[in-house]
């Protein structure tokens, strides 16, 4: 009988055990690991990722490789391991604290160099810029970041050629914030930057810090963007007093100071809003109140700091499950608004209420906790003071039950 060749298929066992490290999610699994096989069973890529989980900062160096850290500690080892990652992330604060010690070939700056190796796999990016950060070093950074174009997050404090550099139409970006970090900030000429990341079918979170600028070309892209979903202002006056809103922004939190914010608020259209958060500086904000019932999609509602007044329609907000009143002052119509709003969702979870004072007992919020603890909810959380807490017959205490429903007792 005619017997067939068998072929045999050699297992590369390093291959295999890189595998098998690359689906492990704790470093302290990780090193485990690792450290229960013999030495010479682990090729050079696990022994050098070994080696730098044995490092003081070895939990930070897995399963994304923190770029910086790497760079000051052991850059050739984070080099021999670097196929391991899929992922890497790139935090740079000062010039002096990313130097690496290994050549720069074709780069004057060495950390360049070495953040350049991993160009592919560089997902998240934090650049807080500083006066000791050289001019020099950001041209070059900007050189290579425009090769890394796998990035999805990204936080720039100061640097125009980096945001031109990260928001090129090979880059996929999804998630961009401005203006983090001391000065200088961010000035005018950096708009059309934004607009045009805006317009680019990738963006989906937006933050801007203390932008003191206002530009034609990024209110148009506020407006027309269809990918943004969540938008935040954070002392952007400038940026407020030409805010549209596009139908794609679901989520908007918003910090001001002054008048500008209640004055834009009949001008936007809020239907769309799921997540509303807003802090003020304890002016008044009357346009807030009647504008709350056509906010029929709110899933989360954040107020603080401001003093709301003013009828509100009637309404439903079927979706409505958490709410957070924080630093409230009343007059008295906007105070049964806003306790109304919060007894108009069956599937309201949770409220939070901290120093909402009011001049009267809150006979409101009495009724308002039957309303709550029969719709279900299993969170009230108060905080305050004699003149928002005590109701016309006790004080109560809230908390969660053993069963998990929500109970209340006497004080």
């Known amino acids: 009988m005619n017997k067939r060749a068998r072929c045999g298929v050699a297992l590369d066992v390093g291959i295999i055990l890189e595998k098998v490290v690359m689906c492990m999610r704790s470093p302290q699994d990780v090193r485990a690991f690792l450290e229960a096989l013999p030495v010479a069973m682990l090729p050079p890529t696990l022994a050098a990722l070994l080696a730098l989980l044995r490092l003081p900062a070895g939990n930070a160096m897995w399963p994304i490789a923190p770029l910086c850290i790497m760079a000051r500690v052991a850059p050739k080892l984070a080099l021999a391991a670097s196929r391991l990652y899929t992922s890497a992330s790139l935090d740079i604060t000062f010039e002096d604290h990313v130097v690496a010690s290994h050549d720069s070939v074709g780069y004057a700056h060495p950390f360049c160099a070495f953040v350049a190796q991993w160009a592919g796999t560089i997902h998240t990016m934090k650049l807080l810029g500083h006066r000791r950060i050289s001019d020099a070093f950001y041209e070059e950074l900007s050189s290579v970041l425009r090769r890394c174009t796998k990035l999805a997050a990204v936080r720039l404090c100061n640097n125009l050629s ?13 998630t961009l914030s401005l203006n983090y970090g001391p000065f200088p900030r961010f000035d005018g000429g950096n708009a059309k930057h934004v607009a045009s990341w805006l317009n680019s079918g990738h963006a989906r979170q937006l933050t801007l810090m203390e932008t003191p600028w206002a530009h034609p ?13 969540s938008l935040s202002l954070i002392h952007c006056n400038s940026v407020l007093g030409s805010l549209a809103l596009s139908r794609s922004i679901s989520s908007l939190t918003v910090v001001f100071t002054g008048p500008v914010f209640n004055d834009r608020v009949p001008l ?3 239907r769309h809003l799921t997540t509303l958060t807003l802090h003020g500086d304890g002016g008044r904000v009357p346009n807030l109140v009647p504008a709350l019932s056509s906010m029929v999609a709110l899933k989360s509602l954040r107020l603080s700091r401001m003093h709301l007044q003013g009828l509100a329609q009637a309404a439903q907000y079927p979706d409505l499950r958490a709410i957070t009143l924080d630093n409230l002052t009343f007059s008295d119509d906007g105070f049964r608004a806003i306790v109304g ?30 309303r709550w603890l029969q719709s279900g909810v299993r969170r009230v959380v108060f905080v305050a003071g004699a003149s928002s807490l005590r109701t016309p017959r006790r004080w109560y205490r809230l908390c969660a039950a053993p069963n998990g429903a929500t109970s209340k007792a006497p004080m």
């Open 162 to 174: 980096v945001l031109s550099a990260v928001t090129t139409a090979a880059h996929t970006v999804q």
């Open 217 to 229: 070309d990024l209110a148009a892209a506020l407006a027309s963007t269809t990918t943004l979903s």
């Open 268 to 270: 936007l259209h809020w």
């Open 341 to 370: 709003v919060t007894t108009c969702s069956d599937r309201l979870e949770s409220i939070k209420w901290t120093v909402c004072a009011h001049g009267r007992t809150m006979d409101l919020v009495d009724a308002a906790l039957g």
